[in-house]
């Protein structure tokens, strides 16, 4: 909870789950007094990294809006509970950025942080990803780069952040990173921390030469992770992409880079008519040179076929363990071509389970 | 309710929104009373035909899986209570098919049959759509024609009909029409109802000779509409198609005429792995070629681009006329380009509001 106590039923909850799906780490009956007792004394209780590792493994198991979570079990978590400080965090984040993007074979990957406690929140990063880039605002009112991040850039800004002498349209934003003693810390990430693919189309030369790229690893900074009662306020984790996240949705979306016109006109489109499917056209072909150009950098990355493929295999396995797998449909169902995924084609199990991610209302979009 | 008998609440609710939506029919008591009286009389009452056209309306204004709704207020309703036996019904059928047609000018209009009543239950048309195709399975258990319709075909042969002496992929089934007095009436759909669109694309002269065709009238007939406690189970209503309905659906879905690979083959597209997004391409050239050919026919379609601008049209009328518009993400999100359409960035009302259509188990997929 947001005043540091934690919630002694949902971490009895949390502890004999943790006990019954690892019957190495024997009964749950003595760990679940000292919890108990360490909550009445404290407020809250200290996770073990094994705890802590299957919690943060089971918050994404979870995640309902997630299509990629057939490789939940093997994802890295790396507990960096002990540290507090705003520059170490900054320092660890760029850490994690290294460690999953481990020269193209990217790896899920997750970085806990403090915990919020009675008294002493966890530190919190401000970023809605690690990676992300600038949106500035031009004396026009157009936005040069991503328009959804005119707000914290012009907070960055103010902060004493400076943006290359011209503004462009990739320019990776600073990590702005607070603790309890550090009202805020902002931290310019090293490019050999930042993988980016320029993207290129397999059979039009000209897309080159549009000058797009996008950052290789997407890394969700703005998220709670909350476990058996304990919130974890700066835990950031990563996946892969897969494409059509860039390209139907980052680079695509009206009010983000809005990038369909451009690719239309040059591929000679018709745009006087929706009825040409113009828009659909340009996406298909902004989709596969997304596809493309990260397999030929060596950047993990994965279609939207094969994520839902994966999922059914997914939900499949849960079944046979005998568990309800939750889903929303709306976030599951890719972006483009739904009903060609098999994921369209049924309905899934709707209830909510913890250990959970949750977004702050103050970082929903 | 199935029993013929008239839920007296339903019955009040609705008499009360008529006459609140239609103030020039006068206040509601003196109505109120009589409805009443008549369903203690008789297990049920009679709509007149302005609470009928007026119902019907309703019915589809409160459809929530229908992004086509912004025109709920022109549906022509055609009151053929007076219709019971089987033969008149199929005769109807076919005049709807034709008034509905309209040469091209297709008109959203819905034909109302003799609702259900104690010991009197209304007809019944079989068909899930006055107009479908045949599913032949072959002796190899393969499918030529629509698989969807499989089990249809064959009682439609073991009730008679005989398919055409090759079956071929695009024939059209017959109504099974059946009530109490007649237990099944078929009827073979004349030729001069059945508006077919053969198609071809604007760029590619080889499409045309794949062969493909589809109807140019979706009319749904199996659902029951029920309004105010009533409940009429054959009331075929029609609207013109959203050409995704025939390009990502009909034609596209693997247990439909799955016909993407051989598109992908004529466009010579690398159908070995998913990441070329060859499946995207070949979705978008099939729907360019239904909007293409049905315009070039004359016949009423429109893109889900406009389509879901309609939509957002509608939601904004319903709003100021201070009305909650129910809708389902995941139906009226289009089946393709999702994210392109600007039905997909919010989410709707999901209350459940009378009068509706209901699918009845039996007849769902
Ligand atoms: C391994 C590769 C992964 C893939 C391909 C993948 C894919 C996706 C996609 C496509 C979305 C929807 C994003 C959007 O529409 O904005 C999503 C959402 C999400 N994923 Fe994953 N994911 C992966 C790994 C992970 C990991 C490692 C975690 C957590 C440990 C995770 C947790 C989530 C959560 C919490 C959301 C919802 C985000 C929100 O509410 O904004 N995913 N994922
Ligand atoms: C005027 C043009 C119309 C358009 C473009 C349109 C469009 C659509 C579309 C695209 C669907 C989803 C179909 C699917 O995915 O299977 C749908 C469903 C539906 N529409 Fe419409 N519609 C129109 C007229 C009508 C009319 C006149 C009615 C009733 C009077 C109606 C009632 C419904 C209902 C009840 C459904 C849900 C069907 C089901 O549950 O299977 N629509 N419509």
């Given at each position: 909870s947001r005043d540091g106590l934690a919630d002694a039923e949902q971490a009895a909850e949390f502890i004999e789950r943790y006990h019954a799906e690892n019957p190495e780490a024997g009964p749950a009956a003595q760990r679940l007094r000292w919890v108990r007792t360490e909550i009445d004394l404290t407020g809250t209780y200290r996770h073990t990294t094994d705890e802590l590792t299957f919690g943060a493994r089971i918050a994404w198991r979870n995640s309902?809006?997630?299509?990629?979570?057939?490789?939940?079990?093997s994802m890295r978590v790396r507990d960096l509970r002990a540290v507090h400080r705003a520059a170490e965090v900054a320092d660890q984040c760029v850490e994690h950025l290294r460690q999953a993007t481990n020269g193209g074979r990217i790896r899920p990957t997750i970085t806990v942080f403090a915990p919020d406690a009675p008294g002493r929140p966890g530190p919190r990063i401000?970023?809605?990803?690690?990676i992300r880039y600038a949106g500035h605002r031009t004396s026009d009112g157009s936005v040069v780069g991503?328009?959804?991040y005119t707000e914290f850039t012009t907070a960055a800004r103010a902060l004493g952040w400076s943006p290359?002498?011209?503004?462009?349209?990739?320019d990776v934003l600073p990590l702005l990173v607070s603790t309890q003693d550090d009202p805020v810390h902002m931290r310019v990430l090293p490019p050999d921390a930042v993988a980016e693919v320029p993207l290129s189309h397999p059979e039009h030369?000209?897309?080159?030469?549009?000058g797009l790229r996008w950052h290789a690893v997407p890394a969700i900074s703005a998220m709670r992770m909350s476990i058996g009662g304990v919130d974890y306020p700066a835990a950031p984790f990563n996946g892969w992409y897969m494409g059509s996240e860039i390209?139907?949705?980052?680079?695509?979306?009206t009010d983000r880079y809005n990038l369909l016109p451009v690719v239309a006109a040059h591929l000679g489109l018709d745009t006087r008519s929706t009825t040409s499917l113009w828009r659909d056209r340009a996406l298909v072909e902004l989709n596969i040179a997304v596809l493309h150009s990260f397999t030929e950098a060596g950047m993990t990355i994965s279609d939207h076929h094969t994520e839902s493929d994966r999922f059914l295999k997914h939900l499949a396995k849960e079944e046979k363990a005998g568990r309800r797998c939750p889903a929303d449909w709306s976030w599951i169902v890719p972006p483009m071509s739904g009903s060609l995924t098999p994921v369209f084609h049924r309905y899934y199990d709707t209830d909510h389970l913890r250990p959970e991610f949750v977004s702050d209302p103050s970082s929903e979009a």
């Open positions: 309902a809006r997630c299509i990629g979570r057939l490789y939940w079990k401000w970023n809605e990803q690690l991503d328009p959804r290359p002498h011209h503004p462009g349209p990739f030369p000209w897309f080159a030469e549009l390209g139907a949705r980052n680079l695509a979306d």
